[in-house]
Structures are given as structure tokens and as C-alpha cells.
């Protein structure tokens, strides 16, 4: 018999791939305990609805940020630290993509939704702020430099980009991660020396 945590995991990794297949009001709590292989009731004990599920869900997300936060360490090349920050950004978002672009997606018509969506990046925004202030006291960005508006600025053509990539698919419009980090995170970078 599966744990209540093993329980919530499989529910949680249910509603996570079937908003991003089926946006949040076409995921139902039917199609939930399928996909999860549990009884509706079950969902219903576990989580009450769809929003506590969401909220659980952004919960988890956000604990992976302050990991990500704990574990990173600048090595002193600004280029070398915004890129690796760059690409944690990039993975996170398409770990997690079901929510990042959630907000973007369906935010407008469930206020719910963007309350709950926008936890993310202002959480990113907290932990952003901390590395960019390290960096300043470093040396590595220079002490003029407004942090929280170029946290802000860092946050945005990072999550442009992804969002972008993702509606585009990397088509004749998309920037490739790769291209991303070498031309856009490098002038970024110069811009805070």
C-alpha cells in the first residue's frame, strides 16, 4: 500500500502533465485520479480541489528554488556565474513548465491562477537578489549597479526567452540555449561590470 507522500507525489505529477496538456480548467479532478491511478475521492482527501493542488505544487517549486539558492556558489567570472544562473533558470522553467507557463497561458481568465504563479519568479527574484549582491560585494558587478531593477531585467529576458522558445519551439523565432547564453547572458554581464 502506497504512503499518503507516495500518494501525493503520483497526484502531483498527475495535475503537473495534464495542465500542461490540457491547461488548468480542462485538467479535471476525474482526469487526475486516472492518470494517477487513485480513486477521485482520494484526490479530493489529499488535496480538497484543483487550486490546493496547485498551490501544493508551487509550494514544491518553490523549495526547489531556495535549494538551487543554498547550493550555488560564484566562482568570480561574472560571464561563468550568470550563465550557470542562466541555465538553472533555463532547466527550472522547463522542469517545471507546466506552472512557469501556466500564468502565461490561462492567468488572465483564472485570477487564481496568476496569484498563485507569480509565488515563482518573485521567489526567484529574492534568491537573484542575494546572488547579486554577493557578486557586487565581490567585485564582480560593479557597486553602481541597481540590483533589484537588474534582477528584474535578468528575470524577464530569461523567462522571455523561455516562454518564447517554448511557443516557437526553437523555430526561425526561438533563440537556442546555447546561442542565449553566449550572446544575450554575456552582454548582460558586460552591462553589470
Not at 480538497?48 to 535549494?67: F, G, Q, S, V
Not at 526567484?124 to 549597479?145: K, R
Amino acid at each position: 500500500m502506497a504512503t499518503k507522500q507516495e500518494t501525493d507525489q503520483r497526484i502531483l505529477t498527475a495535475f503537473s502533465e495534464l495542465v500542461l496538456k490540457y491547461g488548468y480548467h480542462g485538467t479535471t479532478t476525474r482526469k487526475i485520479a486516472e492518470r494517477a491511478g487513485v480513486n477521485e475521492s482520494t484526490v479530493f482527501r489529499h488535496f480538497k480541489d484543483k487550486h490546493h493542488l496547485l498551490d501544493r505544487l508551487i509550494d514544491l517549486y518553490i523549495d526547489d528554488i531556495d535549494h538551487l539558492n543554498e547550493t550555488f556558489q560564484i566562482d568570480g567570472d561574472i560571464e561563468t556565474d550568470l550563465q550557470r544562473v542562466a541555465e538553472l533558470y533555463a532547466t527550472f522553467i522547463q522542469r517545471h513548465q507546466a506552472v512557469s507557463l501556466l500564468g502565461v497561458k490561462e492567468g488572465n481568465q483564472f485570477p487564481e491562477i496568476r496569484q498563485a504563479v507569480k509565488k515563482l519568479p518573485l521567489q526567484f527574484a529574492v534568491s537573484l537578489t542575494n546572488t547579486f549582491n554577493q557578486m557586487v560585494e565581490s567585485g564582480e558587478i560593479s557597486a553602481q549597479v541597481n540590483v533589484p531593477q537588474e534582477v528584474s531585467n535578468f528575470i524577464l529576458i530569461n523567462f522571455g526567452n523561455a516562454v518564447f522558445n517554448d511557443v516557437y519551439s526553437y523555430g526561425e523565432l526561438g533563440i537556442p540555449l546555447d546561442r542565449f547564453m553566449q550572446e544575450n547572458i554575456k552582454t548582460f554581464a558586460q552591462h553589470l561590470k
